[in-house]
């Protein structure tokens, strides 16, 4: 019974999982299985043992050099010049919506409130980019082009706004009533 563990002359493998050998005939690998002779290529372990092993190494290599680097220069004072981490907070820039841009999203908000259809931010952004002027060109630039978060913000805070009105009919006559229990309240002190 031949055996390899090269396939240059040999082309049927051992089907078992790991085994590296190759056999002239069909009889020859069945009577290997039968037999389980299998010879198995020594491995250094699983990928993720790989994976493992590389990252222990190159932390104890980034841990030489820190070490290295400190002894050389020294510690400084006064604030760190490197800005590392995936976890540091980024600025946020303030930026005020056009008038454009709030008329046009004030129009979406104002038509869904009176058919009871609420407009969707995802169609809502996707309708910006594409939203025409009366002439044909394009209504607003990239810059003017808003996120999907910007939409949902500025309708809810719209929606808070419109929740918060009172017609101005009801203020004056809660002031009125006001006025009249202090004159009331006024007369009654007077007589006592």
Not at 6 to 35: Q, R, T, V
Not at 85 to 96: F, S, T, Y
Request: aromatic content about 8%.
């Amino acid at each position: 019974m031949p055996k390899q563990t090269d396939s240059e002359s040999f082309n049927i493998s051992c089907p078992e999982i790991g085994c590296i050998l190759y056999f002239e005939s069909y009889s020859d690998m069945n009577n290997h299985c039968l037999l389980g002779n299998h010879e198995h290529q020594d491995h250094k372990g699983s990928t993720f043992n790989d994976i493992k092993l590389r990252w222990k190494e190159s932390c104890f290599n980034l841990t030489e050099d820190t070490i290295k680097f400190r002894c050389e220069t020294g510690l400084k004072q006064g604030a760190n010049e490197q800005i590392m981490g995936w976890a540091l907070k980024k600025e946020r820039k303030v930026v005020r919506f056009s008038d454009n841009v709030k008329s046009y999203l004030s129009n979406i908000f104002e038509e869904g409130e009176r058919s009871g259809i609420k407009a969707n931010p995802l169609t809502v952004v996707r309708n910006m980019r594409v939203a025409r002027d009366e002439n044909g060109n394009k209504r607003f630039t990239p810059k003017e082009y808003l996120e999907l978060g910007q939409i949902a913000s500025f309708f809810s805070r719209l929606a808070v706004m419109q929740r918060c009105k009172t017609p101005i009919a009801d203020i004056d006559q809660d002031l009125d009533a006001v006025i009249l229990a202090l004159n009331k309240a006024d007369a009654v002190e007077q007589l006592l």
